[in-house]
C-alpha cells in the first residue's frame, strides 16, 4: 500500500511541476508579447522546477527500468558473471544515490545557515535545494527496490517489460 502511495505520489509531482512550469512559461511569454512585460520571476522558477522534475524524474527512471543502459556487456556473458554485474551496479547505485542524498543533505543544513535567497523570487535557497536529498534519496530507495525485486525473482524492470533468468539466460517475459 505504502509502495503503490508512494508510486502515485511520486508521478504527480513529476507532472505537477512539468505542468507548472509549462504554464508559468507560456503564461509569461504571452504576458511578453501582448501586453510588454511579464514575470520577471518566470525564468528561474522553471529552471527550479526542471530541478526538481529531474531528481524525482530519475528515481522514476530506476523504477520502471527506463534509464538508458549500456547492457552490452551484460547480455553477452555467462549467467553467473551476469548476475554479478547486475548485483553490483544496483550496488553502486545505491551507494552513489545514497551518498549524494547525504551530502545533499548536509548542503541544504549548510545553505540554511547562509541565509540564502534566490534572487528573483526571494524564497530561501535551502528549500530549492532540498531536490538534491529529497531526489537522491528517493532513488537510493527505488535502487534497494530494484535489488530486492532482482534477489526475490531474479527479475529486473527494463521499459515495462520484466527480463527473468530462465534456464541460465537471459529472457524477457512477454
Not at 148 to 161: A, D, P
Not at 166 to 171: A, D, I, W
Request: hydrophobic share 55%.
Amino acid at each position: 500500500m505504502f509502495h503503490r502511495i508512494l508510486d502515485r505520489f511520486e508521478e504527480w509531482l513529476i507532472l505537477s511541476f512539468m505542468a507548472t512550469a509549462t504554464l508559468v512559461t507560456f503564461v509569461s511569454v504571452m504576458l511578453r508579447y501582448v501586453m510588454g512585460t511579464g514575470f520577471p520571476w518566470a525564468t528561474e522558477l522553471t529552471i527550479y522546477l526542471f530541478i526538481w522534475m529531474a531528481k524525482f524524474g530519475a528515481a522514476y527512471g530506476v523504477r520502471t527500468g527506463i534509464h538508458i543502459g549500456v547492457d552490452v556487456m551484460v547480455n553477452n556473458v555467462g549467467p553467473r558473471f551476469r548476475k554479478i554485474l547486475i548485483i553490483a551496479a544496483m550496488w553502486l547505485g545505491m551507494i552513489f544515490t545514497g551518498t549524494i542524498a547525504f551530502f545533499g543533505a548536509r548542503w541544504v543544513i549548510f545553505i540554511h545557515g547562509t541565509g540564502q535567497v534566490a534572487p528573483d523570487l526571494e524564497w530561501p535557497m535551502w528549500i530549492i535545494y532540498l531536490a538534491i536529498p529529497f531526489g537522491s534519496g528517493l532513488m537510493c530507495f527505488r535502487f534497494v527496490q530494484a535489488f530486492l525485486l532482482f534477489i526475490r525473482s531474479g527479475t529486473v524492470h527494463t521499459h515495462t517489460v520484466e527480463k527473468e533468468f530462465v534456464g541460465g539466460k537471459l529472457e524477457k517475459e512477454l
